[in-house]
């Protein structure tokens, strides 16, 4: 299995709160993934990095920012949570190269009230 | 815009039989991979199978097959000697690979029948 992780890995909380999900990776690739997983959707995109400090968004990426100041670690935050914003929240890792694959971790499930 | 379609919700198999799950998608690339995932009850997303769209032949892993038709834009899993632990939310997926995301169908949920 690959080395990721994710933290924590259940919230609840309020309306008009900042929220941060941490996704932790041991296996130095290079592209990191945030999705988010609500019924009847699958998993969509939310923002993706392709190096430290290099990210860019996904095709649901308001209400949410990222941050990558190291390699293995990926940030999402939620400036002022909404309960729109309640879902299962995925990182997912590749490496880049000719075998590539996504990999994802094990989820966090968020709820805001 | 890429997209996949999954045209089953839920199948049904009973043990030790053969099932297959169905998907199609839409893309003007012509190279990319195919993907299913496999997520049981526990949430965790599972590769089951991979596909790189430039390779013909079709890929497998154990009991689990794909018929990837590229010119119809479909791509299907067979899954053999249908097991207890099988039962999962299967989704199909597409990917330009690097940087960009995964495109995910809507999922089948399979059950297997004891």
């Known amino acids: 299995d690959a080395g990721i992780t994710q933290s924590p890995r259940h919230k609840v909380t309020e309306t008009g709160t900042p929220v941060t999900l941490r996704c932790h990776q041991t296996?130095?690739?290079?592209?990191m993934y945030w999705y988010r997983q609500d019924p009847g959707h699958g998993l969509r995109l939310i923002h993706y990095?392709?190096?430290?400090?290099?990210?860019d968004k996904g095709e649901v990426s308001d209400g949410y920012s990222v941050s990558r100041s190291k390699t293995e670690d990926f940030l999402l935050t939620l400036e002022s949570a909404t309960s729109s914003q309640t879902s299962v929240y995925f990182c997912?890792?590749?490496?880049?190269?000719?075998?590539?694959?996504?990999?994802f971790g094990p989820g966090t499930r968020l709820t805001v009230l | 815009a890429q997209t996949v379609t999954q045209s089953q919700p839920e199948m049904s198999v009973q043990e030790a039989e053969t099932v297959t799950l169905s998907c199609t998608y839409d893309?003007?690339?012509?190279?990319?991979?195919l993907f299913w995932y496999k997520q049981p009850p526990s949430r965790q997303m599972i590769l089951v199978i991979r596909?790189?769209?430039?390779?013909?032949q079709n890929a497998t892993e154990n009991r689990f097959s794909v018929n990837f038709q590229k010119a119809a834009k479909s791509f299907s899993l067979k899954i053999s000697d249908s097991q207890l632990g099988d039962a999962a939310m299967y989704f199909c997926?597409?990917?330009?690979?690097?940087?960009?995301?995964?495109?995910f169908g809507k999922g089948t949920h399979l059950i297997i029948q004891p």
């Open positions: 997912a890792i590749s490496s880049g190269t000719n075998t590539d694959t996504q990999y």
């Open positions: 893309t003007s690339e012509s190279d990319y991979y």
């Open positions: 990095s392709y190096g430290v400090k290099d990210t």
């Open positions: 596909q790189e769209a430039y390779k013909q």
């Open positions: 997926a597409y990917w330009r690979g690097g940087a960009d995301g995964l495109t």
């Open positions: 296996e130095n690739h290079r592209y």
